[in-house]
């Protein structure tokens, strides 16, 4: 498990999948059975509608994680279906879960773990390249998974968009710059999450949200994402005209508070 930053100049978009892809052989040995458990599911819970901002509160998906490249470890003791139950009880609307193994120390195990605990939405939060990786998200329970426009060509966004959607996914398709925009509407998004983080780098710059957010064409629902540690982030953010905050850390640290939005 690689926690740390120890390159400044690394890219880590590239380095995650670079890694992901060796992966992929695995989940594609098993992309028969994951296609066919699949098939079989009539339990999709509506995470689109769960995170559409009515009135003036905006939505929450709340986020449970054990590490990240640019936060290290999190929780050195960590019970994901636990962490999700007071996420829920809290007043969360969906739950976000990273299963990502090499730097965020996830399993898809945890996934299926939150899915048995709560009645709401979740998200697979993973680097997603692969039809393989669609049909697993799909057989561990997963309500919605992400696309990173920028880990994929525009043709594989399209594809793996429409092949989620077949299985009736929500997608939450991920933009950090404006020409991904275009690319995420002409993939078919109907859910847009603006990162505040450049995956590239790993910084961090709120302005983001606010520059993007004129280019989104109405009707889209918009979550912006990362960044979001202390209460006046989230009600900064919450400010916007957004429908959904994405927010993981700042809640696994307790320096975040749901019920005080």
């Known amino acids: 498990m690689r926690l740390t930053i120890t390159d400044q100049i690394v890219n880590w978009l590239e380095k995650i999948i670079a890694e992901k892809r060796s992966e992929i052989a695995a989940v ?17 819970r509506d ?6 901002r009515r009135a ?18 999190i929780a050195a003791k960590y019970d994901p279906a636990q962490i999700a139950r007071q996420y829920a009880e809290a007043g969360a609307d969906a739950i976000s879960v990273l299963t990502e193994q090499n730097y965020f120390d996830g399993k898809a195990e945890h996934l299926t773990a939150v899915r048995q605990a709560i009645a709401l939405p979740v998200l697979r939060k993973d680097f997603i390249i692969d039809e393989a990786q669609v049909f697993e998200s799909v057989a561990i329970g997963a309500d919605a998974l ?20 077949t299985y009736k996914l929500s997608v939450l398709v991920e933009v ?22 450049n995956l590239a780098t790993l910084e961090v ?36 005209p957004i429908d959904a905050v994405l927010v993981g850390e700042g809640l696994m640290r307790g320096e975040v508070s749901i019920e005080n939005l």
Not at 47 to 52: E, L, M, N, P, S
């Open 176 to 197: 950090h710059a404006g020409n991904e925009i275009g690319m995420a509407v002409d993939a078919g998004a109907k859910i847009i999450g603006i990162n505040n983080r």
């Open 146 to 165: 992400l696309l990173i426009v920028a880990a994929l060509k525009p043709g594989q966004l399209s594809a793996l968009h429409h092949l989620a959607t």
């Open 47 to 52: 995470f689109a509608g769960a995170i559409r």
């Open 205 to 240: 710059d709120f302005a983001t949200t606010e520059k993007l957010l004129p280019e989104i064409p109405q009707g889209i629902t918009i979550v912006t994402e990362s960044g979001i540690r202390t209460m006046a982030d989230l009600k900064r953010m919450a400010a916007y």
């Open 28 to 44: 594609k040995s098993r992309a028969k059975r994951f296609r066919g458990l699949a098939q079989e599911r009539r339990d999709i």
């Open 56 to 73: 003036r509160r905006v939505r929450v998906i709340a986020e449970t994680k054990k590490a990240s490249p640019s936060a290290g470890l």
